[in-house]
């Protein structure tokens, strides 16, 4: 049998083992998470890009329509 010195470093041993194991396994499980929101945020910026666009779009149109009736008017006036 082994001394008490001896068992209480083995336990100590195995505590820190056990520390480590938790560690990694929260490590792993935040690494996931990291990838699904980075996923998500992707995802946001697309979107965002293609309303900016639409928007854009409308806008220059509304624009484009304005200038032609003022132009109009301008010619008739």
């Not at 083995?10 to 499980?29: F, Y």
């Not at 697309?46 to 003022?70: Q, V």
């Amino acid at each position: 049998m082994g001394s008490p010195a001896s068992a209480s470093q083995d336990r100590e041993r195995l505590s820190r083992q056990n520390i480590v194991a938790t560690l990694r396994l929260r490590i792993k499980a935040l690494e996931e998470k990291n990838r699904e929101l980075t996923t998500l945020l992707e995802l946001a910026y697309g979107k965002l890009a293609l309303a900016r666009e639409k928007n854009a779009s409308i806008w220059s149109g509304f624009l484009n329509d304005s200038l032609e009736r003022s132009a109009e008017l301008l010619v008739a006036g």
